[in-house]
């Protein structure tokens, strides 16, 4: 069998079909495979980095792995970019690179690269020696994507192999199950049976194990208010009574003062990283119980009184057993709904003021789409902003970059989510400074025919670095700004073929955004919001 054939038959066996690329004469022969085969569809983006956060995206929505491939060399270095927020995401991608032939290594071929330069921003990077291992570990790679913790798996391919025709190795059979016999649980409830005030911290372990059932039954026993860190927001319902919010920049000082006077936390499916926890700063009790897949994220930031290496959901389930229910201390749906008055207030004023503020357009955007949109949220000042005042509406329907926070991943991301979730409306919230490192991808959402909405907060500004650089550093308002060079995205968009659409206001925007949502085609949106609006961070801090 031809090696190229294999590589396909094992990925519609291991069930993955959807492919994202930019072909290459070395890719060619997968390609060709990819084509004969009716049930693969092979997406064609415009830039190498958007290929893996289009991947990226498919798999944060919908629980299943998309593959990639690219060239060698620079097509190889540009996915780098997307690899990297899958490993620091835990998001499961396999990431076929086609490899310099053997003979030629050392020789500075076309493209080549070393295949250990990767080593460091996927969970494994393998390397097919002989042609005839290429499918079985190709089934081994997508296996230890899929295993708890999952992460982007690399496979290097000589160009070479894939068209030889061998005696193709059988593919080995695989456990990938998560640790699911968490110790130590009967502790964990004895320390939170014995709070007064205790917590709930949420991490994206909590969606990517299915668990979010067992978190709400665990946290309403505990009376328990819940925050999530920025790849656990959704986790929980916008609207659940427990639900505190986000521990992010936005975070007001109420929703810190809670964890302060909290007397003991779970946390759970998180690794307590320092972005998670504003760089260790988050007051989180003494009593703390961490639950987490890798060992190694024990003790990082925080010392814990009880550490569980083990699956979320098991962990979830084996608690709400051995918890006596008899929540003694504070009402925890009490206090949220006090921390979320106080959040209206603080920001009210951000509500109504001409150019709108990013505030006031992410909550007019929440009111106009069903819930059941899947949200992609671009990184920027904007998206520090929606953790908290943009509701989202289930574990799989918003999705931001955690740790890695790469600019440009709103619209690959949302491409990658249609594909993955084709009956549900997709929307992209960028920025202008994030758009315009991936707007050549509108191209490829107007060429695969994907209804996105892509909704683009103009401001002429990488605003957040600007305010940053006035406040610390004296430098004049709007340092790193083009006013005089306004970009125009709905020209941008017209000229790819996208419908595009202006708002004027806030109200207006909320009009736009419906419309957009209801079309079957894929539609820009562009409001312009104020360059000087007030920062998340600063703004809270009083700043």
């Not at 190889?76 to 030629?104: F, Q, S, V, W, Y």
């Not at 059979?173 to 110790?183: A, G, K, L, M």
């Not at 890695?404 to 920025?431: F, H, R, S, Y």
Request: aromatic share 4%.
């Amino acid at each position: 069998m031809h090696v190229s054939t294999a590589v396909v038959e094992r990925l519609r066996a291991n069930g993955i079909d959807t492919v994202f690329g930019i072909p290459g004469k070395q890719s060619l022969p997968l390609n060709d495979g990819i084509d004969r085969a009716a049930d693969v569809r092979y997406v064609v983006a415009r830039h190498e980095t958007a290929v893996t956060q289009q991947a990226w995206g498919y798999a944060e929505t919908s629980g299943r792995p998309a593959a990639t491939i690219v060239v060698p060399g620079p097509g190889d270095m540009n996915a780098m970019n997307g690899l990297k927020n899958a490993k620091n995401d835990c998001t499961p991608l396999l990431h076929i690179a086609i490899e310099t032939e053997p003979e030629r290594r050392g020789g500075d071929a076309i493209h080549e690269t070393p295949p250990d330069t990767y080593d460091n921003v996927v969970k494994e990077n393998l390397l097919v020696e002989t042609p005839e291992a290429a499918a079985a570990e190709l089934d081994r790679a997508i296996a230890v994507a899929e295993t708890p913790p999952k992460g982007p798996v690399r496979v290097g391919i000589p160009k070479n192999f894939l068209t030889q025709d061998v005696a193709v190795a059988s593919p080995g059979e695989y456990d990938t199950t998560s640790i699911t016999r968490p110790d130590d649980v009967a502790e964990a409830a004895g320390v939170l049976d014995g709070a007064d005030k205790p917590i709930i911290v949420v991490g994206g372990g909590v969606r990517a194990s299915g668990a979010t059932a067992k978190l709400e039954s665990v946290a309403e026993t505990l009376s328990a208010p819940v925050v999530t860190t920025y790849k656990g927001k959704g986790v929980v319902s916008g609207d659940h009574p427990l639900r505190l919010g986000t521990l992010s920049g936005s975070a007001s000082p109420e929703l810190e003062d809670r964890l302060d006077t909290a007397d003991a936390a779970l946390v759970v499916g998180s690794d307590l990283d320092a972005v998670a926890t504003r760089n260790f700063s988050a007051p989180l009790p003494d009593d703390l119980i961490h639950v987490t897949l890798d060992a190694n994220d024990i003790g990082t930031g925080y010392s814990p009184t009880v550490a569980i290496v083990a699956d979320a959901r098991a962990t979830l389930d084996a608690l709400a057993s051995n918890l006596d229910g008899d929540a003694a201390g504070w009402d925890g749906a009490e206090e949220v709904a006090a921390v979320r008055s106080a959040y209206d207030e603080r920001i009210a004023d951000l509500c109504d003021r001409e150019p709108p503020t990013s505030v006031a357009c992410l909550r007019a955007i929440r009111r106009a789409i069903p819930d059941e949109t899947v949200v992609s949220a671009d990184a920027g000042g904007f998206r520090v902003w929606a953790l908290n005042v943009f509701e989202a509406c289930g574990p799989r329907r918003y999705v931001n970059p955690g740790s890695w926070a790469t600019m440009g991943t709103g619209l690959p991301a949302a491409i990658g989510a249609q594909l993955a979730n084709p009956e549900k409306p997709v929307l992209a919230l960028c920025g202008d400074g994030g758009l315009m490192m991936a707007v050549h991808e509108l191209h490829t959402a107007v060429a695969e025919d994907l209804p996105i909405t892509v909704v683009v907060f103009n401001n002429d500004d990488y605003a957040i670095i600007s305010e940053e650089a006035e406040r610390s550093y004296g430098l004049e308002s709007g340092a790193y700004g083009w006013p005089s060079a306004a970009i125009d995205f709905p020209t941008v968009a017209e000229g790819m073929g996208m419908t595009a659409l202006r708002a004027e206001d806030v109200a207006d925007l909320e009009e736009r955004v419906a419309e957009a949502v209801a079309r079957d085609e894929p539609v820009l949106v562009e409001v312009r919001t104020d360059s000087d609006e007030p920062q998340a961070s600063a703004f809270m801090e009083g700043r």
